[in-house]
């Protein structure tokens, strides 16, 4: 595989001479399944994870590529083939098939899948657009909506459209989950542009699926944040308020940006109001707005769907949310490595902890809040965030685990070394939230369609985030840590290849257009590879082939441009 590497980078050389390109991050590049490329893209408790995991390093067969095809459509799958006919609605969980339970989250990750599969070719544009348009009607005209003032259940009967309850008093609308469907709604609306008469019809149907939500009733009258809930029978009596950060900052959003009934600027500062936008800290690393440890990494999955972290900051999260949701990734991992106990048998390829299937029932799992099991949607849906520390464990899972892990719709939802249990079984939340992150590491299609929607730039710029300042250097990267005496000290950025392309991909930004001049310089000072190349005021991605330079070794990545420097430790895989 290697030998192969070196031969497209040899070739890559020849043409180009410096193996070397930019692009902006408001681009949007060719996602055709022939030529995607990726978008800019205090003391510690006791007990450690001493043993890596058996059998890690398996036979994969298959290149990364092709490895990472086959994981975003075996997902796709579960919204193709795992759904009512009636509705076109993803069943809630593959062990339910008889209780009529679509899940209204999960099916707005599907449609975002849908879109995906259209654009790498799996479907054609047709078929997506018959099915979403099917789904959108069913939902228009079948569901309870006009009874929850626009909004839609967390769960509803993909038969017959009624609600079906969560739990007590949740019989009612839910607004994260409708939040959730209407991201992926309008995904799809942004997509289905072309002036033909299905897809006019289509996008007229989300549109009214959309600004009938009545976001600002979920105000409860008040002007001091979202409501989660609300049910005819009970109203607000669940009393639960949406407050970040969680899983569910799309819901403001698009509460700000609703073109008919938005919520006011006041109301929405209720999402910074407690103790869980405040910084955290665990296994050396800071984490600006996070509960305790950072928490369950969903919660940095869900609204990222949609929206793009590397084009957000504010004045809570000054780095950005590209940043933030890079340190939750690895704070998530350096748990498992450090810090878990060992007879969880957590390693390099077998990481990742959040809410999922467990043995006799469902988690919220998170660090120190955990039971030994292991979700491959942890780790593959952060693949935007850790590509080399995700790839690892999606080669793991599929090249020793193969057997008990992957099944039609991919990587089964969870599975644990301690107890030797493996999870049968798929949820769509987790199942088509990794596809639709996956695509997000590949080619940012859902980010920039997301982005590119006027009602969502309203409604961040309302939210009061806006883009991160033009700088020199290296914003976006986040280099992990390793234990050293006293605590813990840097060691470098472990960057794999993209799988599209084969070369090595580092963002990168500029205060201004002009030249920039890259070397890698090893442990010793030599240098051992220099580019030149322009780039443009904003954010650019260095891309480069493994000439000259070798694997596994460390390199002090220097950059020069404008009369400032900056320098990134890398480590090439």
Same mark, same amino acid.
């Given at each position: ?32 399944? $022939?030529? $995607? ?11 450690? $994870? ?21 994981? !975003?459509?075996?997902?796709?799958? /579960? ?119 299905? !897809? ?92 305790? /440890? ?78 030994? @099991? @292991? ?33 039609? /719709? ?68 986040? @280099? ?94």
């Amino acid at each position: 595989m290697k030998a192969a590497y070196r031969i497209l980078c040899a070739l890559l050389f020849c043409c180009t001479l410096f193996c070397v390109c930019a692009s902006a991050v408001d681009e949007v590049p060719d996602a055709s399944p $022939a030529a $995607a490329a990726a978008e800019p893209s205090a003391a510690e408790p006791a007990g450690r $994870a001493a043993e890596p995991a058996p059998q890690e390093g398996g036979a994969v067969g298959l290149s990364d590529r092709e490895l990472v095809d086959k994981l !975003e459509r075996d997902c796709f799958r /579960y919204m193709w083939e795992y759904t009512f006919e009636e509705s076109g609605l993803a069943y809630e969980d593959s062990r339910n098939r008889e209780s009529g339970q679509a899940t209204t989250g999960g099916t707005g990750f599907g449609i975002c899948a849908i879109v995906g599969a259209a654009e790498r070719g799996w479907i054609s544009r047709r078929e997506a657009a018959d099915r979403v348009l099917k789904i959108a009607a069913f939902l228009r005209d079948k569901s309870d909506r006009r009874n929850l003032h626009g909004a839609f259940p967390h769960w509803l009967d993909g038969r017959t459209g009624k609600t079906i309850s969560f739990g007590e008093k949740d019989n009612g609308a839910d607004l994260v989950e409708t939040a959730f469907l209407m991201q992926g709604l309008l995904i799809a609306r942004a997509y289905f542009s072309e002036d033909s008469e299905q !897809e006019r019809a289509l996008r007229a149907c989300i549109t009214v699926l959309w600004e009938d939500v009545d976001w600002h009733w979920f105000t409860n009258a008040g002007n001091n944040g979202l409501y989660w809930h609300w049910s005819p029978d009970h109203g607000f009596d669940m009393g639960v308020k949406i407050s970040g950060f969680n899983e569910a900052m799309v819901a403001y959003v698009l509460a700000l940006g609703s073109p008919t009934r938005p919520i006011s600027r006041e109301a929405a500062q209720f999402w910074y109001s407690t103790d869980e936008y405040k910084p955290k800290t665990g296994n050396g690393y800071t984490i600006e707005a996070a509960n305790a /440890y950072a928490g369950s990494m969903f919660l940095s999955h869900y609204s990222f769907i949609g929206l793009d972290p590397r084009r957000m900051a504010d004045a809570r999260v000054p780095r950005g949310y590209m940043v933030r949701n890079i340190t939750h990734a690895l704070m998530n991992r350096a748990y498992c490595l450090e810090s878990a106990p060992a007879e969880n048998r957590f390693g390099e390829g077998y990481w990742g902890l959040t809410s999922c299937n467990i043995p006799g029932g469902y988690r919220y799992q998170s660090a120190y809040n955990e039971v030994g @099991v @292991v979700a491959p949607t942890a780790a593959l849906a952060s693949m935007p965030y850790t590509p080399e520390y995700a790839m690892r464990v999606l080669r793991n899972i599929y090249g020793s685990y193969r057997e008990q892990m992957w099944g039609p /719709y991919g990587p089964y939802d969870a599975f644990s070394l301690k107890d030797g249990w493996f999870d049968n079984s798929y949820l769509a939340i987790d199942q088509l939230a990794m596809g639709c992150m996956v695509e997000n590491y590949r080619s940012g299609l859902y980010w920039k369609l997301f982005m590119s929607i006027p009602e969502i730039r309203e409604g961040l710029e309302r939210m009061g985030v806006g883009r991160l300042p033009d700088s020199t250097g290296f914003p976006l990267a986040v @280099v992990p840590l390793k234990k050293a005496e006293g605590g813990y000290a840097p060691d470098a950025l472990d960057v794999c290849r993209m799988p599209d392309t084969g070369l090595y991909e580092i963002p990168f930004s500029m205060e201004e257009d002009g030249l920039v001049f890259f070397s890698f310089a090893d442990e010793s000072g030599r240098v051992s590879k220099r580019l030149t190349m322009e780039g443009r005021k904003g954010g650019n991605i260095l891309q480069f082939c493994s000439e000259g330079l070798e694997d596994g070794k460390m390199y002090r990545l220097a950059m020069r441009t404008g009369g400032k420097n900056a320098v990134l430790p890398i480590r090439l895989n």
